[in-house]
C-alpha cells in the first residue's frame, strides 16, 4: 500500500475510507472512499457486514480430528458456530428406526432377538424379506410367496441317512450274537482300524441323529438321537457251509422288542436276505441287529448293511 506522506489532500482524498453519512453508531453503515463510491463492508459498533463475496488468500490450515465447532449461516445472514458432537447436521441427535439401531456416532443393524417375531402361523404371503442380488449388486426384496415358490422348485431336500457295514466277516453263533459295525473313516472317534472303502457312511446330519454306540460288542448298537419316522433297510449277506436255519432281528433293547424278524433256512452257498420298515423313533432309543443259527457253519459277509434314512416328523395327530 502506497504511503500518503507529503501527498495534498486535494489529490488523495478519494483513497480514503470513510462512512457513509455519520460517525460509527450501532446502527450499519456503508463503507465507502472519498468519492462516494460504496465499498463490499458495512460497520456498526457491534457487526461487520459484507454486502458481496468473502474471500480467504490462501489455503486454511487442517482442522485437528478433535475439533468439532464448524461455522453456519442462520436463517438472517448472521455466521454462527454449530458443535457437529452434539448437533449433526439436521437434527440435534441422530434417530435409528427399527431394524437400525444408533449408539453415539455408531450405526448399526438391530439384534435381531430384539425384534419382534413372525410365525410359521403368522407369516403372510406378501411378507417380505431383505435379500442380496447379486447380479445386480443391489439390495431387493422377495415376498414368502416367491421365496417359498423358489424353494419348492429349486432345492431338494437331502433325507439324512446312516449306512452301517460289517468290518469284518463275522460269524453266526448258536446263541444270540449282537451285530458289531465298521468306524466312521475319518471320525474323531475312529481307531483307524478301518478304510474309506470298509466304512460305515453318513449323509446329511445323520451322524447327529443316529449314532453307532457299543453294548457287548464295539459298535453293535444304534442310539437315535432325534424324535421322527425313519426307514430301516436292513440287507444281510450270507454263506452256509451246511443246512440251517438262521433269524436275523432289528431289536429294540427297551424290552426288548423285536421290530424286524427274518427267518431263513440255508443250504450250502451264499443267500441275501433283504426286508425293510418304517417305524418311529424316540430320541434316546438303541437298536442292535442280532442273529442266530441252528448250528454252525454261517457267516455274514461285509456286503451286509444296515441302512436307517430319518424321513422326517410324523404328526401324532393322525
Known amino acids: 500500500m502506497g504511503s500518503l506522506s507529503g501527498s495534498k489532500i486535494k489529490d488523495t482524498y478519494s483513497l480514503l475510507l470513510k462512512l457513509e453519512s455519520s460517525a460509527v453508531s450501532s446502527s450499519e453503515q456503508v463503507v465507502e472512499d472519498g468519492a462516494g463510491n460504496n465499498t463490499a463492508l458495512k460497520l456498526s459498533t457491534d457487526t461487520v457486514e459484507t454486502t458481496g463475496d468473502l474471500k480467504i488468500s490462501g489455503t486454511p490450515a487442517t482442522a485437528a480430528t478433535s475439533d468439532v465447532t464448524a461455522l ?16 449433526p447436521i439436521g437434527t440435534t441427535s441422530v434417530t435409528a428406526v427399527s431394524p437400525l439401531s444408533a449408539t453415539g456416532s455408531t450405526i448399526e443393524i438391530e439384534d435381531a432377538g430384539n425384534l419382534n417375531q413372525l410365525t410359521s402361523s403368522t407369516t403372510a404371503n406378501n411378507d417380505k424379506f431383505l435379500i442380496w442380488d447379486e447380479s445386480a449388486s443391489e439390495y431387493k426384496y422377495i415376498d414368502s410367496t416367491n421365496l417359498s415358490g423358489y424353494m419348492s422348485s429349486t432345492i431338494v431336500p437331502v433325507n439324512t441317512m446312516f449306512v452301517a457295514r460289517l468290518q469284518a466277516a463275522t460269524n453266526v453263533p448258536t446263541t444270540a450274537l449282537k451285530v458289531p459295525f465298521a468306524e466312521i473313516y475319518g471320525d474323531g472317534t475312529a481307531t483307524g482300524s478301518t478304510t474309506a472303502a470298509t466304512s460305515c457312511v453318513t449323509f446329511g446330519a445323520a451322524s447327529s441323529e443316529i449314532q453307532l454306540v457299543s453294548f457287548t460288542n464295539p459298535r453293535d448298537g444304534f442310539q437315535i438321537n432325534s424324535e421322527g419316522l425313519y426307514n430301516v433297510d436292513i440287507s444281510i ?21 423285536t421290530e424286524i424278524a427274518s427267518y431263513r433256512t440255508v443250504k450250502s452257498g451264499t443267500y441275501t436276505a433283504s426286508f425293510s420298515k418304517v417305524m418311529e423313533m424316540q430320541g434316546g432309543e438303541t437298536y442292535t441287529l442280532d442273529v442266530v443259527a441252528t448250528g454252525a457253519g454261517a457267516q455274514l459277509t461285509t456286503n451286509s448293511t444296515v441302512t436307517i434314512t430319518n424321513l422326517g416328523s410324523y404328526n401324532t395327530s393322525f
Not at 453456519?72 to 448437533?87: A, C, E, I, Q
Open 237 to 257: 449277506e450270507l454263506t452256509s457251509t451246511a443246512n440251517i436255519d438262521v433269524t436275523i432281528s432289528f431289536v429294540k433293547t427297551s424290552g426288548p422288542t
Open 72 to 87: 453456519m449461516l442462520s436463517s438472517t445472514g448472521v455466521v454462527v458456530t454449530r458443535n457437529l458432537s452434539t448437533s
